[in-house]
């Protein structure tokens, strides 16, 4: 297993559609395997294909927490299927380096998925893990969470990046 490099917003990677997985090989095992453990490296709580520069329809989550586990899921050319409800909350990405901002989402989420063994599943949740099925498959769609925020607090951001970015390519 490796760790991947995760790409870092504004890479055009992170902002390409997915394609959907053909099948379940041994190379697609491995990219599980790598962006599993990228995920835990980084530390966060999802990882999407496209966030390692793969343009693939392919996720993994966990959102368990010191006090609570919950199951690791891999997340094969996953859907959402049924929403309800709405929820506010901070949310920040491994793509988008330090910021975060309040986005509103679905409460609860039901999403159709593959497994790493190729078996369709249905998983649902809400909270953390509606918020986390929302925002990787909103990466294989080249959506990133500040495209969900008002455009005032997206300006300044995208400013923050730019100036950045700018600074970094003065030091070189």
Do not use: W
């Not at 679905?106 to 790493?116: E, M, P, Q, T, W």
């Not at 495209?147 to 005032?152: F, K, T, V, W, Y």
């Amino acid at each position: 297993m490796a760790v991947l490099e995760i790409r870092k917003y504004p890479d055009p990677a992170l902002r390409r559609k997915s394609r959907p997985v053909p099948e379940i090989t041994p190379e697609i095992r491995e990219l599980i395997d790598d962006m599993i453990e990228t995920m835990y490296a980084a530390p966060g709580v999802g990882l999407a294909a496209p966030q390692v520069g793969i343009p693939l329809r392919l996720a993994v989550i966990d959102v368990s927490t010191k006090d609570e586990k919950s199951p690791l899921l891999v997340l094969v050319n996953p859907e959402i299927i049924s929403t309800e409800g709405e929820l506010n909350e901070e949310e920040g990405c491994l793509s988008v380096k330090d910021f975060q901002s309040v986005v509103t989402r679905f409460a609860r989420v039901r999403v159709r998925a593959i497994d790493r063994d190729g078996k369709p599943y249905e998983a649902e949740g809400e909270g953390l893990l509606a918020r986390a099925f929302q925002h990787e498959i909103d990466h294989l769609n080249g959506v990133l969470f500040i495209d969900r925020i008002s455009p005032l607090k997206r300006n300044l951001f995208k400013r923050r990046v730019r100036k950045n970015l700018k600074e970094d390519k003065a030091a070189i």
